[in-house]
Structure formats: C-alpha cells, structure tokens
C-alpha cells in the first residue's frame, strides 16, 4: 500500500520542479536563453537608465517594443544570446523591436554603438536595422556606431563589415564596406536630404575594442572576409 502513496508524493514534485527549472535556465544573465525570442539582457548600466519610464535592472530582460531611455552621464549596455551587443550612451531614447519577424532600433535621440558577432544569433532572415530621424543602416556586421546629432542631422559609421545606408526619403542607397571605418552624415535641407563624408568623429577603436571585449569578440580592423 506504500507504493500508491510514494506516486502520490512525487507527482507534486515533478510538477513544482518543471516549473522552477525555467527560471534557472533562462536565468539574469546575458547568456540566458529564451526559446524562441532572440531577447537582450542589460548587461551593464550607470547613472539614470530606465526601459519604458521605469529604473532598470542588472539581467532585465529587454523586449520587443521597449522604449530605452538614458540620461545624462548615463549609459546602458544590452546583450543578446551572448554573441551581440549593444552600447546605448548618454541621453538616448531607442526603440528596440528586435523578434524573429523583425529587428529593428529606432534611435530617437543619442548615441549607439554595436558589435555584432553573430547576426544570425537575433533569429530571421532580416538585416538588423538601425533608423534616425534622416537615416537608415542595414546591418550586415560587424561594427556599427550611430549619433543622431539632432532631428535634422545624423552620423553613421561603418566601423567594421558591411552596413547598407539608406537617406530617410529612399531616394539614396550605398552599400558601405569597410575594413577600418567609412562614415557619412545624413541632413535633412529643405530640398531634401544631403549625404556627405563624415571622418571618424565621436568614437574610437579603443572604445569598440572594449565593447567587443565584453562578448569576447576580436574586431579585425583593417580586413574584411567577403
């Protein structure tokens, strides 16, 4: 008669452990998993950073549709499946809606730097997608850094790998490919929007080194596979 009683302790167990062991395993850290969401984890953050209106957390999960938002001397850094990242400087509102039907970061206002390892890793077929008030870049790796200097002007670099930069009204395509920076600035005139070269302003390679540092990831300035 012991063994009926025995079934009847364990079902409850197996039951409460199911239902613990996800917690654990998607965890707090910026290598936890959940199935089917290529989600970023905040990894990093100082000063005043929050995700729609509220304090953020150490492991908060980020997703799809959350607004991001820094404030002065303030920063945050996002991860995502460990293999990508994204630093968010001081006083920027982002945008991220990043799933398997679409990745894209609408950068309202501030800085945005990302070192992308392994795209493939954010799900889809899509090219991650980075847009400004007059621009847009098209992702395709590795290293990418974004000022939206105010509602009329932008900065894009391609730091490092292929980056397809769009003006705002679509009526200019490039298909940027650099091995050590290529830089543009797109602004809004009243006849539209002008593209213009950059130079290297407001970041650094030792700034991206330290970034890619952070997913253990080399960034091979001055080559650049096909």
Do not use: C, W
């Given at each position: 008669?012991?063994?009926p009683r025995i079934v009847l302790i364990l079902l409850p167990i197996l039951a409460?452990?199911?239902?613990?062991?996800?917690?654990?395993?998607?965890?707090?850290?910026?290598?936890?998993?959940?199935?089917g969401h290529p989600h970023g984890v905040v990894q990093y953050f100082v000063g005043d950073a929050s995700i729609d209106g509220k304090p953020v957390d150490f492991g908060q999960v980020v997703q799809p549709g959350d607004r991001v938002q820094t404030g002065s001397a303030s920063?945050?850094?996002v991860v995502f499946n460990g293999q990508n990242i994204?630093?968010?400087?001081?006083?920027?509102?982002?945008?991220?809606?990043?799933?398997?039907?679409?990745?894209?970061?609408?950068?309202?206002?501030?800085?945005?730097?990302?070192?992308f390892a392994k795209l493939s890793a954010l799900g889809g077929t899509q090219n991650l997608l980075v847009r400004t008030p007059t621009a847009t870049?098209?992702?395709?790796?590795?290293?990418?850094?974004?000022?939206?200097?105010?509602q009329n002007d932008s900065y894009i670099c391609a730091c490092h790998g292929v980056v397809d930069m769009t003006d705002a009204t679509d009526t200019r395509?490039?298909?940027?490919?650099?091995?050590?920076?290529?830089?543009?600035?797109?602004?809004k005139t009243d006849s539209g929007i002008t593209v213009s070269p950059g130079g290297m302003e407001y970041h650094t390679d030792a700034e991206l080194n330290s970034?890619?540092?952070k997913i253990g990831y080399k960034i091979d300035w001055g080559h650049l596979s096909n």
């Open positions: 008669m012991r063994k409460l452990s199911a239902a613990i062991l996800p917690v654990f395993a998607n965890g707090s850290g910026e290598n936890s998993t959940i199935v920063s945050m850094d994204i630093h968010f400087a001081e006083n920027t509102i982002a945008v991220l809606t990043i799933s398997e039907n679409a990745k894209t970061i609408d950068m309202k206002t501030g800085t945005f730097a990302g070192v870049g098209g992702i395709r790796g590795t290293t990418f850094f974004v000022k939206v200097l105010d395509t490039m298909d940027v490919r650099a091995p050590h920076h290529q830089a543009y600035v797109f602004k970034l890619a540092d």
